[in-house]
């Protein structure tokens, strides 16, 4: 997948853990209530792994209900609630749901994303690499937030370790993590984007941790263009969760 494509994950990332591995409940995060009639705008592109537009996707606001069906090139537009935490799913025929969790948009602004869709058998052969083949998969960015920065060598940290973390062999975009890979993040071209993987990830957990380690990373919550990403994020079963670390 191509590096445009990721131009606007700017997701999420860590917060403190309330529970330990060994007592975990299935839990339905809240969402913030609306502050009185404000309204904000979320537009996109729904993609597939080559880069290509998915037409015809489903694209959901959890809990408030708000969709909107992609069209020809794959876009989308979502008129939302403002300064209210936002969880999209991507849905497509064939395809396993994408989720962008756990957003707010300013009033009256415009925040953009892009939601990559695998199919549901690449899925399903991700998730086996993990010690949960019922649970969920994770695909985590590495970005830099000056954008000259570089993650090799570091390490991505899932607490509790609840899902297997494992890495691509070339380090660029969202190839499939390779099991004889070196369990660090390999070397990249500056500019361009590393991903790592959780995989087989315990679902319903109500908050989960992603850290790197081996190199100093920016704490959410991150602000950017009008969009604040407070850093918390749960994982479904069968679904594609989207998360961003970001480095100085």
Not at 22 to 38: F, I, K, Q, S, Y
Not at 69 to 97: C, E, I, R, W, Y
Not at 181 to 209: C, F, K, N, R, T
């Amino acid at each position: 997948m191509s590096n445009r494509q990721h131009a606007f994950w700017s997701f999420v990332v860590v917060a403190s853990l309330s529970g330990c591995a060994d007592n975990l409940a299935p839990h339905t995060t809240p969402e913030t209530p609306t502050t009185g009639n404000d309204r904000a705008t979320v537009t996109g592109h729904v993609v597939d792994p080559s880069g290509a537009p998915v037409a015809g996707a489903t694209v959901a606001v959890r809990a408030s209900g708000e969709h909107a069906t992609t069209d020809s090139l794959g876009t989308f537009t979502l008129d939302v609630p403002a300064n209210t935490t936002l969880t999209l799913a991507a849905t497509a025929p064939n395809m396993a749901p994408t989720l962008l969790q756990q957003f707010l948009v300013s009033p009256g602004a415009n925040g953009m994303v892009e939601l990559p869709l695998i199919t549901s058998d690449h899925f399903k052969s991700l998730v086996a690499m993990g010690a949960n083949p019922a649970g969920g998969v994770v695909a985590v960015a590495l970005r830099s937030m000056s954008g000259s920065g570089n993650v090799a060598g570091a390490t991505v940290q899932l607490t509790p370790s609840l899902g297997r973390v494992m890495y691509a062999a070339t380090g660029v975009g969202m190839a499939d993590p390779d099991p004889a890979m070196a369990s660090v993040v390999p070397s990249v071209v500056q500019g361009d984007e590393s991903y790592a993987w959780a995989l087989g990830v315990q679902p319903h957990v109500s908050i989960m941790q992603l850290a790197l380690r081996g190199i100093a990373e920016i704490e959410p919550p991150y602000a950017i263009d009008d969009v604040t990403w407070p850093g918390t994020f749960t994982v479904d079963a069968g679904a594609l969760t989207l998360v961003t670390l970001f480095t100085k």
